[in-house]
């Protein structure tokens, strides 16, 4: 979607970091997700945060979310190869009838 | 609890014939929805259910129709075919108003010759 974007691609080495970014146009977003795809998948819901929140953890994620530039962040801490997926970006608003507008997607690629 | 079921899982038409997606779902979910997905540009609505009974169209609602056929069914319909139809559609439920936690079937992958 126009309204969220995110880079193309990411490649990181097993057990490094990872940060995946995202921005997104609109400041009346009420939650904001990430969602992982598994090739040959369905999307799953990984985290989402809400936005009077600025950051959320959960276990080896930790999400950043900074509302005055519009940038979303996922870290995956010690990524594994497992962790090699597409992450989606997706935002809900209000005025939109909570319905999910998606980032194009990045693809992370963790090499051994 | 199967989740979000979708059939078939490949399909091939050939241009101008028609066909329908089906979806269930099996968690009582009031909301379902379909997307297709083209790379690089992430998943896009085309027509969505807030509850059984109605329906309302996404983003790229044209050439397709849909039914809400009870709470647990959500069928796609393309009536004539064409090869930017050739995508992978995914069916979607959720059950909250506020969080939108979308559940996600396997999906269908189709090709327009």
């Known amino acids: 979607g126009e309204d969220v974007e995110q880079s193309l691609f990411l490649s990181v080495r097993e057990g490094d970091s990872s940060v995946i970014n995202c921005t997104y146009t609109d400041s009346s977003s009420t939650y904001l997700y990430w969602y992982k795809q598994e090739p040959g998948a369905g999307l799953q819901l990984l985290t989402y945060?809400?936005?009077?929140?600025d950051m959320k953890q959960d276990q080896r994620l930790t999400v950043l979310l900074n509302k005055k530039d519009k940038h979303l962040s996922l870290r995956i801490a010690d990524t594994q190869t497992g962790d090699s997926a597409i992450y989606f970006c997706a935002e809900t608003r209000e005025a939109a009838g909570n319905k999910l507008t998606f980032g194009g997607g990045t693809r992370v690629l963790v090499k051994p | 609890n199967a989740g979000v079921t979708q059939t078939p899982k490949f399909q091939v038409l050939k241009t101008g014939q028609s066909m329908t997606l089906q979806c269930a779902q099996d968690m009582n979910h009031n909301s379902m929805y379909w997307y297709r997905q083209d790379p690089g540009m992430g998943l896009r609505l085309i027509y969505y259910?807030?509850?059984?009974?109605?329906?309302d169209k996404g983003e790229v609602p044209n050439g397709y129709n849909v039914s809400r056929l009870n709470k647990r069914e959500f069928s796609l319909r393309l009536e004539s075919a064409a090869p930017s139809q050739t995508s992978v559609y995914f069916c979607?439920?959720?059950?909250?108003?506020?969080?939108?936690?979308?559940?996600f079937g396997p999906g269908t992958r189709l090709t327009v010759l």
């Open positions: 945060i809400f936005s009077n929140m």
């Open positions: 259910s807030a509850s059984e009974g109605t329906t």
């Open positions: 979607a439920s959720s059950g909250r108003s506020d969080l939108n936690e979308q559940f």
